[in-house]
C-alpha cells in the first residue's frame, strides 16, 4: 500500500501526462516505462499507478479505451486529451520555473 | 474546475455513478490484466509460474487497497460508499424481517404521535391564521400600562380606536375588527361561539368567496345599527342546519335577535374562523343586553386584524400606530369619565397566536405539555429500538469482527450501523405521516365532538415537515449510539475467537436502559393518573354546600345609568314571579360564583394600617344565601332581613371558619370588628363552616360574607328549590321570558355545570390514557426486551453459577432483585422527572379549579405501583428462563 510519498505532489502526475503525451499506454506498459524512464529512481509499487490513473481521468486529462492486445486479449489503454496536453504545457512550464529557482538558491548556497 | 472539464467528465461521472457494476468489474479486469502481464514478464525473465504469480502480486501491492483508493477517486465516491451501507442496511434488515418490523412500527408511532400533534398545535399557535400572502398579515395587540392594579394589562381597542386606526393609518391597507362572543342559537340549550365582525373580516383573512350565497357587503356593518343578517359556518349549516340548500333567506335567532342568513363560510377555512356563526359587530348591543360595548367610549373589546399595504413592514405599521393610539390616548385621559390614566403600547404580530403577548405564555406552555410527553413516547421508542440493535449488533459480532479484520474502519462501521437506523427510522417516518394525518382529527373529535365548528385544516408547511426532520435524526441518532458503542469498543482478538465472555455489553448500559424507560413511563403514567382520577373527583367531592337543588338562573340586564330604574323593576318582578313558582323555595344572589377563581381583597383588623392586613375572598350575598346553599351557622347568626338597612351598607358581615382562625386565631370572633378597603367598620356577626367553592375537593381559604344592599343590582342569581329540575328549568325560562322576551337563558343547576366540566376532563382524560397506554406498553416490551438480553449475555455466567453449585431459586432470584433495583431506580428518576412538570402544569391551571397538588402522593403512589406491577410480569419471562439454563449447553458451546 505504499504510496509514492517521495514524490513531489502531482509529480507523478506529471510523468505519467508526459509518457502519455508520446504514445498511448495500458495500465502496465506504462508502469515499465515508468520504471526505465526514471532509471528505478522512483520506488512506486505498480498497484499505486492505478488511483493515480483513474483521477487523471475523472479530471479528464486522459482518457481511456479498450483496445485488442496480442493473443486476443484486451486492454485499457490510456491517452490524454487536449486539455490533459494543454495541462501537460503548463505543469512543465511551472516545473522549469520552480527547479530553475530551486537550483538557483542552491547553487548560491554552495558559494 | 473549468467548464471544458466537465464536458470531458460529465459522461464518466454519469457512467461511474450509474453503471458502477460494470466500472467495477471494469477495473478488476484492469488490475488482474496489469498483474498477469507482469508474471509473464516475470516467467519470461525465467522465473517459476508460481514463483512469477507470486512476484507479480507482491510488486503491485495490497489488491484490495488499490481498488478502494481506486475507487475513491471515482466521482460521487461518498454517494456509491453510501449506496453500498445502504444495500448493506437492507440486506441485514431483510434477514430478521420480525426485528425490523417491530423497531419500525416502534418509531413509526413514535414519530407519528409527535408530529401529529405537532400538526395539530402548529395549525392552532404557530401559523398566520390566513393562506393568502401571510407576509402581509398583521394583528395588533394593544397593551395599557398604568392600569387600576398598576400591572401592566394586555387589552383590546375601544370602537373609537378602531375608528381613529381606520380612519387614519396608512401603512395599513385594511383593517378588520372582530370579537368573539358566546350567543345561544334558536331555542337550543348550548352555548354557541359566535363571531362578531366588520364587514371586511373574511377579505382580510383572504376567503373571499362564500360556500353558499355571499358574505356581508360593505354597508352591512356601518352606522348605529347594523343590518340583521348572518354568515354561517359550514361546519354549523351542517350539524344546526342539516345542510340546508335554501338556508339562504332564512331567519334565525341569535340570543333571541332575529337575523338573516346570507351566506356560508367554507369550512376549509373554518381553521380560522373563530366562530360558528358570524354577525356585524354593529348589532351587539342587541345581543348583549348587559353592556352596549359598541358606544361605549371607554370599554375596549375589539380584536383588530389586517393587511399592510405593499412598501410597508410591520415596523412601519407598529410605529404608526403608536402614534394613533398615543392621540387617542390623550383624548381618553382628556375626556376623564374615568380615573385611568391610559397609556398604550403596541405589538404589531404576524397574526399567529404565539406572537400574541397575552397568550404567547399560555400557548408556549400548552404545547410544551403536549409535546413534552409525546417526546417521552418517542424516546421510549427509541430506547427499544436501541435494545434491538444493541442485541442484534452483538449477535453479529463475529461478522462485525471480520469486517475489522479485513481492513474497514471502525469509522466506516459505524456510518454502517447509522445506516441501518437510518433506514428504520425513515421507513417509520414514512408509516408515520399516516399517523399524522389521523391523530389530530382524532384527538380533535374526542375533545370537541360537540362542537364540530372546529376543524383543524392540515396542511404540512415548512415546520411541520422540519419538526418531522428534527424527530427523524434524533431517533436515529439515539437509537444507534448504543449499537455503535458496542461495535466501536468491539476487542477484534476475542471476538474473532468467538470467545467473548459476559462483559461485552456492561451491566451498566443495560440497568441504564431500564431506568430509562421505567422513568419515562413513570411521568407518562402519572399523567394518565391525575387525568383518570380528575371525572370522578369532580363528580364525587363534596364541596360543603347544596349543588343538586340550586339552580343558577343567568341573566344579562343592563344595569347602568338611565336603564337602572327599568332593571330594578325587572329583578323586582322576577322574583316574584320565580318564587310564585311551585317548587322554589327561595331565591339568593352571590357575589361569586362557585369553582372560579376570585382575586382577594385586603382585610384589616382595626389598628392595622393600609398594607399590613391579610388576604380574604370577598363575597357579596343577599340574605337568603346561606339557607338556599345549605350552609348551617356554626356560631353567631346568619343574615337578617333587619340587618339590611335602608341607608347605604349594612354593618354586619359573616366569616368563614378559615377567616376566623386566620385574624382571631383561639379567640372568639363574634362581636369582632375588622376593616374593609373603603374603610368601613364592619362587625362579625356569624361564623360558618368553609366551603370546597374555589377548586375542587380543596377548601378555601379564608372567606368573608358582607350584605348585600337592598338596591344593589345584578350579581349571580340563584333559586333554590325542591324536586325535580327539568320541569323546573322550564318554568323559570319561561318566566324570565315573560318579563322580557329577549332574554334566552339556560338556567342549569350547579350540578349540571360540574357535570359538564367533568366531561369535558373526561375526553382530555381519555387522550392522556391512550397516550399512557402506548408509554405503558413501550416501556414493558422494552424493559422485556433489554432483560432477555441480558439474561441472554448472562447465560454463560450462570451456567457457570449453577456448575459451582447455584441453584435455580439463586438464579432466578438475582435477575429479579437485579432488576427491581432497576425499576426503583426508575421510579426515583420518574419523580424526579414528573415533579417539575407537575408544577409547570399547576402554574398554567392556577386559574382553574382542577384540584392539582404539587407532591401528590397518591398520584406517585399508585403510578409506581401500577409501573411495577407490569414490569414485574414483564421481567418474569427471562427471569424464568435465565432459571432453566441448562450449564452443561452452556458451557460446551465454548
Known amino acids: 500500500m505504499s504510496k509514492p510519498a517521495d514524490l513531489v505532489q502531482g509529480t507523478l502526475d506529471v510523468l505519467v501526462l508526459k509518457i502519455l503525451a508520446l504514445q498511448p499506454l495500458h495500465g502496465w506498459a506504462l508502469s515499465q516505462r515508468l520504471k526505465q524512464v526514471s532509471g528505478e529512481v522512483l520506488q512506486v509499487s505498480d498497484g499505486s499507478l492505478y488511483p493515480a490513473l483513474h483521477k487523471l481521468e475523472q479530471q479528464g486529462w486522459i482518457k481511456a479505451e479498450w483496445k485488442p492486445t496480442e493473443n486476443n486479449r484486451r486492454a485499457k489503454f490510456y491517452s490524454l486529451t487536449r486539455l490533459g496536453r494543454r495541462h501537460l504545457e503548463q505543469e512543465a512550464a511551472n516545473w522549469e520555473r520552480i527547479s530553475a529557482a530551486i537550483s538557483g538558491v542552491l547553487r548560491l548556497t554552495e558559494v | ?894
Open chain 2, 1 to 894: 474546475m473549468r467548464l471544458e472539464n466537465w464536458l470531458y467528465t460529465i459522461p464518466l461521472r454519469i457512467r461511474s455513478l450509474l453503471l458502477r457494476q460494470r466500472r467495477d468489474a471494469e477495473l478488476d479486469e484492469e488490475l488482474r490484466d496489469h498483474i498477469e502481464r507482469q508474471a509473464e514478464e516475470n516467467r519470461s525473465r525465467g522465473m517459476g509460474e508460481e514463483e512469477a504469480r507470486l512476484a507479480a502480486l507482491r510488486s503491485f501491492g495490497n489488491f484490495v487497497a488499490v481498488r478502494e483508493q481506486t475507487h475513491e477517486t471515482w466521482a460521487w465516491a461518498t454517494i456509491g460508499r453510501l449506496r453500498q451501507d445502504f444495500r448493506c442496511a437492507l440486506r441485514s434488515a431483510r434477514r430478521a424481517p420480525l426485528f425490523s418490523a417491530v423497531a419500525v412500527l416502534a418509531l413509526a408511532l413514535g414519530i407519528g404521535l409527535n408530529t401529529g400533534v405537532f400538526t395539530m398545535l402548529n395549525a392552532m399557535f404557530l401559523r398566520a391564521p390566513t393562506f393568502v400572502d401571510p407576509a402581509s398579515f398583521v394583528q395588533l395587540c394593544p397593551r395599557y400600562s398604568g392600569w387600576f392594579t398598576g400591572a401592566d394589562q394586555n387589552s383590546s381597542f375601544t370602537t373609537e380606536d378602531f375608528d381613529a386606526i381606520r380612519s387614519r393609518s396608512h401603512t395599513l391597507d385594511e383593517v378588520s375588527a372582530w370579537r368573539q362572543y358566546s350567543a345561544l342559537l334558536e331555542q337550543g340549550n348550548k352555548y354557541i361561539t359566535t363571531l362578531l365582525m366588520t364587514c371586511n373580516y373574511f377579505h382580510v383573512l383572504g376567503i373571499d368567496r362564500a360556500e353558499v350565497g355571499r358574505f356581508f357587503a360593505s354597508g352591512e356593518c356601518t352606522g348605529r345599527t347594523g343590518a340583521h343578517v348572518a354568515v354561517l359556518s359550514e361546519p354549523v349549516w351542517k350539524n344546526q342546519f342539516g345542510a340546508d340548500p335554501r338556508i339562504v333567506g332564512k331567519t334565525i335567532h341569535i340570543n333571541g335577535v332575529p337575523v338573516t342568513v346570507i351566506g356560508v363560510a367554507p369550512s376549509d377555512a373554518a381553521n380560522y374562523l373563530l366562530g360558528g356563526v358570524f354577525l356585524p359587530y354593529t348589532l351587539e348591543p342587541q345581543l348583549n343586553h348587559a353592556e352596549d360595548l359598541l358606544t361605549s367610549p371607554d370599554t375596549p373589546w375589539l380584536s383588530l386584524t389586517g393587511r399592510l399595504r405593499p412598501g410597508f413592514t410591520r415596523a412601519d405599521a407598529r410605529a404608526e400606530l403608536t402614534a394613533i393610539m398615543n392621540q387617542q390616548d390623550r383624548v381618553y385621559v382628556q375626556r376623564k369619565t374615568t380615573a385611568f390614566d391610559r397609556k398604550t403600547s403596541l405589538v404589531v404580530t404576524d397574526g399567529s397566536e404565539i406572537e400574541s403577548p397575552a397568550i404567547h405564555n399560555l400557548a408556549l406552555g400548552l404545547m410544551v405539555l403536549m409535546l413534552g410527553p409525546l417526546a417521552l413516547i418517542l424516546l421510549l421508542a427509541c430506547s427499544n429500538v436501541a435494545t434491538l440493535f444493541l442485541s442484534r449488533t452483538l449477535a453479529r459480532r463475529g461478522e462485525i469482527a471480520i469486517r475489522l479484520a479485513l481492513g474497514v474502519s471502525r469509522s466506516r462501521l459505524a456510518g454502517m450501523l447509522l445506516m441501518e437506523s437510518l433506514l428504520t427510522v425513515c421507513i417509520g417516518g414514512a408509516l408515520s405521516l399516516v399517523l399524522a394525518y389521523r391523530v389530530p382529527l382524532i384527538i380533535m373529535n374526542i375533545m370537541a365532538a360537540d362542537q364540530a365548528n372546529f376543524v383543524v385544516l392540515l396542511r404540512p408547511d415548512w415546520r411541520v415537515l422540519g419538526y418531522l426532520a428534527i424527530l427523524m435524526a434524533a431517533a436515529t441518532v439515539l437509537s444507534s449510539l448504543m449499537p455503535i458503542r458496542a461495535a466501536w469498543k468491539l476487542d477484534l482478538l476475542t471476538a474473532l475467537k468467538g470467545r467473548e465472555g459476559a462483559a461485552t455489553v456492561r451491566s451498566r448500559t443495560t440497568s441504564g436502559l431500564i431506568v430509562t424507560q421505567i422513568a419515562l413511563g413513570f411521568v407518562l403514567v402519572c399523567a394518565a393518573v391525575i387525568f383518570g382520577r380528575m371525572p370522578g373527583l369532580i363528580k364525587g367531592m363534596n364541596p360543603g354546600f347544596e349543588i343538586h337543588q340550586t339552580l343558577n338562573v343567568p341573566i344579562d340586564v343592563n344595569t347602568s345609568g338611565k336603564n337602572r330604574a327599568k332593571a330594578q323593576v325587572f329583578y323586582r318582578d322576577l322574583e316574584g314571579k320565580l318564587l310564585a313558582i311551585p317548587g322554589v323555595q327561595s331565591v339568593a344572589y352571590a357575589g361569586l360564583q362557585p369553582f372560579d377563581q376570585h382575586p382577594p381583597t385586603e382585610i384589616r383588623l382595626p389598628r392595622q394600617t393600609k398594607g399590613t392586613g391579610q388576604p380574604a375572598t370577598v363575597d357579596d350575598v343577599s340574605t337568603r344565601f346561606f339557607s338556599l346553599f345549605g350552609i348551617r351557622v356554626l356560631k353567631g347568626r346568619a343574615f337578617l332581613s333587619s340587618d339590611v338597612s335602608s341607608v347605604g351598607a349594612s354593618q354586619v358581615v359573616v366569616v368563614s371558619e378559615a377567616f376566623a382562625k386566620q385574624f382571631w386565631p383561639g379567640g372568639d370572633p363574634l362581636g369582632k370588628a375588622i376593616v374593609m378597603p373603603d374603610d368601613r367598620h364592619l362587625t362579625v356577626v356569624g361564623v360558618v363552616p368553609d366551603t370546597r367553592s374555589e377548586r375542587f375537593g380543596v377548601l378555601d381559604g379564608p372567606r368573608l360574607y358582607t350584605l348585600r344592599g337592598p338596591s344593589d343590582l345584578g350579581g349571580n342569581l340563584y333559586v333554590g328549590f325542591l324536586g325535580s329540575a327539568k320541569p323546573l328549568k322550564t318554568a323559570v325560562r319561561e318566566a324570565v321570558k315573560s318579563l322580557d322576551p329577549t332574554q334566552t337563558i339556560v338556567p342549569q343547576t350547579i350540578w349540571e355545570s360540574l357535570e359538564d366540566q367533568a366531561e369535558s376532563m373526561v375526553a382530555v382524560a381519555r387522550i392522556v390514557l391512550a397516550m399512557a397506554s402506548i408509554a405503558l406498553l413501550m416501556a414493558v416490551t422494552g424493559v422485556y426486551c433489554v432483560l432477555s438480553f441480558a439474561v441472554n449475555q448472562r447465560r454463560r455466567e450462570f451456567g457457570i453459577k449453577m456448575v459451582l453449585g447455584a441453584s435455580r431459586t439463586v438464579v432466578f432470584r438475582s435477575v429479579l432483585v437485579g432488576a427491581m433495583r432497576n425499576i426503583a431506580i426508575g421510579l426515583m428518576c420518574g419523580v424526579a422527572l414528573a415533579e417539575p412538570a407537575m408544577l409547570l402544569f399547576n402554574r398554567l391551571l392556577a386559574r382553574s379549579p382542577l384540584p392539582l397538588r404539587p407532591f401528590d402522593l397518591t398520584v406517585f403512589g399508585i403510578s409506581a405501583v401500577l409501573l411495577a406491577a407490569v414490569s414485574l410480569i414483564a421481567m418474569y419471562l427471562p427471569a424464568s428462563r435465565a432459571m432453566r439454563t441448562d450449564p452443561m449447553r452452556v458451557l460446551r458451546t465454548d
